[in-house]
């Protein structure tokens, strides 16, 4: 990854290796490894969750998901889609400023152009950081400076709505992850939180 946007290379390289990995998981019955690969992959494009890859190692050895894995990897990606836009609707668009908000009118346009900055791609059509749903959350707070941070082009907020945003963020990151097993279809108990 360089300035948020997927090297072609290096992405088809993880690809192939998620591949290898959610093989290796279901072989020796690693649910937590399953479903670490399961979301590294469906982090890609639906066609490229989909194709197979040549094997690195033997190249007449084609690398392709079982359909139940291709169906969990492909549910997944639609369901953190889903929960992405939820998240960019209840928590971003048209957000109010803290009660002690020291200057409202910036710290609300400061909001906008995050939402604005997500929504530009939020197809994955420019730098492809929304399929990545952990990540894409994680950015918002990223965009944002407040006092005592350097600005660093980020949208400058007073710190009492950087605060309450960067709580905000951080509870819908711990429930993506909690809901990570029950999205994939993938029984890991010890699946831990974030
Ligand atoms: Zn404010």
Redesign the pocket.
């Known amino acids: 990854m360089l300035s948020g946007l997927c090297l072609v290379t290096p992405a088809l390289t993880l690809l192939l290796l998620s591949r290898q990995v959610a093989k290796l998981a279901q072989e020796v019955e690693a649910p937590r490894l399953l479903l670490s690969a399961l979301y590294d992959l469906s982090r890609s494009t639906p066609s490229q969750i989909a194709s197979g890859r040549q094997s690195n190692i033997d190249p007449s050895i084609c690398i392709t998901l079982s359909q139940e894995d291709l169906f969990r990897t492909l549910r997944g990606r639609e369901i953190a889609s889903r929960f992405l836009s939820t998240f960019i609707v209840k928590e971003l668009e048209g957000r109010r400023?803290?009660h002690a908000?020291?200057?409202?009118q910036n710290?609300r346009m400061a909001f906008e152009c995050v939402t604005f900055d997500l929504l530009r791609d939020v197809n994955g059509l420019l730098c492809n950081r929304n399929s990545d749903v952990l990540f894409a959350i994680a950015e918002c707070a990223g965009l944002l400076a407040t006092e005592g941070t350097k600005t660093d082009g980020r949208f400058f907020?007073?710190r009492?709505?950087h605060a309450e945003f960067c709580d905000v963020v951080q509870r819908a990151r711990a429930e993506v992850w909690t809901s990570l097993p029950t999205w994939f279809n993938v029984e890991a108990d010890d699946w831990g939180t974030i």
């Open positions: 400023p803290s908000c020291t200057r409202p710290c907020v007073c009492w709505c």
